[in-house]
């Protein structure tokens, strides 16, 4: 059985940092594509940032410069530092897992397979 499990989110004043943490088992995550998502409140999931079997990254425009994703495959963990956060980053956090070495519609959440339950950041000003 495959789960993701997020953790790491609170509660942070703007400008503040916040490392998320998902782990996974029942899959190895090195061979895949995985990736974080967010949703605010009355707004749809959006795509944060994604990382692939080469290690290749990408963010959304609005985290680019802020955010690294990363993967500790000896632990079978995804990471997502946040630095610089804003209100506007306020959400609840999921990581996500493709099925595919690359990452295919990187943004769009119905091409992942897998997904944890999510993990509340909160950034007040």
């Known amino acids: 059985e495959v789960q993701l499990v997020e953790s790491g989110g609170g509660s942070v004043q703007a400008g503040g940092s916040l490392t998320l943490s998902c782990a996974v088992s029942?899959?190895?995550?090195?061979?895949?594509?995985m990736g974080w998502f967010r949703q605010a409140p009355g707004k749809e999931r959006e795509g944060v940032a994604y990382?692939?079997?080469?290690?290749?990254?990408d963010y959304a425009s609005s985290v680019k410069g802020r955010f690294i994703i990363s993967e500790d495959n000896a632990k079978n963990i995804l990471y997502l530092r946040m630095n610089s956060l804003k209100p506007d980053d306020t959400a609840i956090y999921y990581c996500?897992?493709?099925?595919?070495?690359?990452?295919?519609?990187?943004?769009?959440?119905?091409?992942?397979?897998?997904w944890g339950q999510g993990t509340q950041v909160t950034v007040s000003s």
């Open positions: 996500a897992a493709q099925l595919s070495t690359y990452c295919f519609d990187a943004y769009r959440p119905g091409r992942y397979k897998y």
């Open positions: 990382i692939d079997s080469a290690r290749t990254t």
């Open positions: 029942g899959y190895t995550i090195s061979p895949y594509c």
